[in-house]
């Protein structure tokens, strides 16, 4: 069973960055297609950002590419979001989500293990 733990959301200004981290436990993180989902209120939850467990594939949703990316360190067993430019209609929960397929996916339905999320507000 795959644990994940994000952490790193918080309150930022217009223009401001943060980092955000996904902490995984059990099971063999580098064998895992890791992605970065969000949920506004009132909204579905949306793909933002994946990265393949061979590191070889990365994907961004078209509203962050250019300013998010997404990387991971099998060595911490971790998963990063640098988000830069920030912009209000980022402000979401964000969840880090695995899926253990072979070919990594942008649809939340293809990940089996989901973290509890963390909160991201932009504030203008």
């Known amino acids: 069973q795959v644990q994940l733990a994000e952490s790193g959301g918080g309150l930022v200004q217009v223009g401001g960055s943060l980092r955000l981290s996904c902490a995984a436990s059990?099971?063999?993180?580098?064998?895992?297609?890791m992605g970065w989902f969000r949920q506004a209120p009132g909204k579905e939850r949306e793909f933002v950002a994946a990265?393949?467990?061979?590191?070889?594939?990365?994907f961004y949703a078209d509203s962050v590419k250019g300013r998010f990316t997404i990387s991971r360190d099998n060595a911490k067993n971790t998963v990063y979001l640098q988000m830069n430019s920030l912009k209000p209609e980022d402000t979401a929960v964000y969840y880090c989500?695995?899926?253990?397929?072979?070919?990594?996916?942008?649809?939340?339905?293809?990940?089996?293990?989901w973290g509890q999320g963390t909160q991201v507000t932009v504030s203008s």
């Open positions: 989500a695995a899926d253990v397929s072979v070919v990594v996916s942008t649809n939340s339905n293809s990940y089996e293990y």
């Open positions: 990265t393949s467990w061979r590191r070889t594939s990365t």
């Open positions: 059990g099971g063999t993180f580098s064998r895992y297609n």
